[in-house]
């Protein structure tokens, strides 16, 4: 392999049957590198032979006997390393494109060339030399960190390193029938929008930054490792500590404001922890306990932490046939959706309906949309499931405009909206199913807000482009902030239940707020969960006039919406209720 003579002093080969050329050349990079010089390709070699640590190869392309692109595939056996420069007088494109496409060309230059145009080809060369070396030397280090089981951005014990250790530890205690201690597995986030600030090596900081926190905590008999990329675990050998409060206090130690040069991260933690008890012996198995008492973690409010038991396993089991079971009913058209009616209470008529998927599990029976939809997130089926929901919806949308409901709406998970096939499936959706794309309404999450503004934006607006409406679900209760309202191409902002249930605490300001703030912007608010007769009586108090909720309707079949439809429609003809009534004066 060719080696770099000096770093300050490369070795420069020049292959030129212009002697001229050579004389004029070679004193003016004799002043920066080593060179060397050949009037053949022949010559060339023999010169290659001598110096295989030849950095730069510049060459004529037309030479007697050995051409320059002949010389070059030649060379790559004597110095694989080199860069090569094709310097030549002739335009037969044939051979400039046999001497790149054999010789790994990384510049082309035709004659005449002046020298400061040479100087920076060589320059070029070089760099991308001295690049492929230190990636070569980061590679050697990875490879030997490896061997020595240390993750090489922390220099903690590597996944392999933890799991002989915890393995050869476990086996050890078994045999003189004591306890392992206990596995902490901690899983560090960063909380957006924090995360869209930072940088791969500030990451790196970052990380560093935490390993060395973990190391100030661990006791004297701790092993520390990185298991992913913001995973860490902590093995205990002691097993008389109190493991909950170990680990919570691992979790606090990780949890603050981090100043990542001019950048402050947040972070948010969760741990898993397990209790190696006697007769545990295989590594793997504790592992994965780890991760899946983890998992339990994250849908707990601080501290997230969870112990793993055997309800723990057994809820893993669950989860993972209802996966299985899942994907299975998308792929076999085995879910169905339910309509929840959106009424306009200004004018006693029917807005819209939004689509809910439905599933109901053969052994398990009804499976909440709480339940199923994460578990689509989770494993990987958010896309498909969507693709279903916006085929069968806009199917059912024909008959539903029949009925009297003259648009349809249904979610759109942030995964679905950003996947390069989703464009074109609205199009085959609304082609195939002969829906108005006027009748058709997507709504997104403010998780939206958390991803690239750009690229959604970009999304949002080829939507509303085909004539779809496009709203903002669940407002408030997430990243939202009365700004992002400008920011993305919307029609709707549905502003979440949560503060009708809360209106006399709060709710009723955020909601006043975010009407005046639509209203400005030309959008038009749904007020949802309306589910009794006072929080229709708040509703109209705050001027909403889309509202939904089950005070109205609960989420129906296609066949249940038309005997609805008639019963609202024969309940209202007399006109607007009578608190709305009352609220103008009448």
């Known amino acids: ?103 790994q060309i990384c510049r082309f230059l035709t004659k005449p060339c002046d020298l400061p145009t040479i100087l920076e080809a060589v320059e070029f060369a070089l760099s991308e030399y001295r690049a492929e070396m230190a990636n070569r030397t980061a ?32 086996l050890e205690r078994h045999l003189i029938g004591e306890s392992a201690g206990a596995v902490y597995l901690l899983q560090v986030r960063f909380v957006p929008p924090f995360a869209d600030n930072v940088d791969s090596v500030q990451i790196d900081q970052w990380i560093r930054a935490i390993a060395t926190q973990l190391k100030l905590r661990a006791g004297p008999e701790s092993c520390i490792a990185r298991w992913d990329k913001q995973v860490f675990v902590v ?5 008389a500590v109190d493991q909950r409060a170990r680990g919570l206090e691992l979790l606090e130690s990780l949890t603050a404001s981090w100043e990542i040069g001019s950048v402050c991260v947040t972070t948010d933690v969760s741990v898993g922890i397990v209790s190696i008890g006697r007769g545990m012996i295989d590594a793997q198995t504790v592992m994965g306990q780890a991760e899946l008492a983890e998992q339990e973690s994250r849908a707990m409010t601080y501290p997230k932490l969870s112990c793993y038991t055997s309800a723990t396993g057994a809820k893993a089991e669950y989860q993972r046939e209802l996966m299985s079971s899942l994907r299975k009913a998308i792929a076999n058209d085995e879910l169905e959706l339910h309509y929840q009616p959106i009424v306009d209470i200004s004018a006693n008529r029917i807005h819209s309906v939004e689509a809910l998927a439905r599933w109901s599990h053969p052994r398990f029976g009804p499976i909440s949309p709480g339940v199923f939809i994460p578990l689509a997130e989770a494993a990987g089926l958010i896309v498909p499931l969507g693709a279903w929901v916006l085929r069968r919806a806009c199917h059912d949308g024909r008959r539903l405009l029949d009925l009297g409901f003259p648009r349809i709406a249904l979610n759109v998970s942030v ?172």
């Open 1 to 103: 392999m060719a080696r770099m003579n000096s770093e300050n002093n490369p070795r420069i080969l020049v292959v030129d049957d212009d002697q001229e050329m050579l004389d004029a050349m070679a004193p003016h990079l004799g002043i920066r590198y080593h060179v060397d010089v050949a009037t053949c390709g022949a010559d060339g070699l023999q010169s290659l032979r001598l110096h295989p640590d030849t950095t730069v190869i510049l060459t004529d392309l037309r030479m007697p006997g050995m051409d320059g692109a002949a010389f070059l595939a030649a060379s790559r056996a004597l110095a694989p390393d080199a860069r090569r420069v094709l310097l030549t007088g002739c335009m037969d494109l044939q051979s400039a494109i046999a001497a790149v496409n054999e010789g």
């Open 415 to 586: 995964r679905q909206l950003v996947d390069q096939g989703f464009l074109y499936s609205l199009y085959l959706a609304l082609e195939e199913s002969g829906l108005p794309a006027a009748a058709l309404e997507i709504e997104v999450t403010e998780s939206v807000f958390a991803q690239d503004l750009d690229q959604v934006r970009a999304i949002l607006a080829d939507v509303r482009a085909m004539g779809i409406c496009v709203a903002i679900d669940d407002f408030g209760t997430g990243y939202s902030s009365l700004s992002y309202l400008a920011e993305l191409p919307v029609d709707i902002v549905k502003i979440d239940g949560a503060f009708m249930r809360n209106f006399k605490h709060g709710g009723e300001a955020i909601i006043d707020a975010t009407i005046a703030v639509a209203q400005k912007l030309h959008l038009n608010t749904i007020l949802e969960g309306i589910e009794t007769p006072a929080m229709l009586e708040n509703a109209l108090a705050v001027g909403a006039t889309l509202v939904q909720g089950y005070h109205f309707a609960q989420p129906m079949t296609v066949d249940a919406l038309g005997p609805w439809a008639e019963r609202y429609t024969a309940a209202h003809v007399s006109g607007p209720p009578r608190s709305l009534r009352r609220a103008n004066g009448e």
């Open 235 to 239: 093995f205990e050998q002691s097993p």
């Open 139 to 170: 590679i050697r280090e990875f490879a030997a960190r490896d061997v020595l089981g240390e993750d090489r951005v922390t220099g903690l014990a590597s996944r392999e390193r933890l799991l002989e250790t915890l393995g050869a530890t476990m």
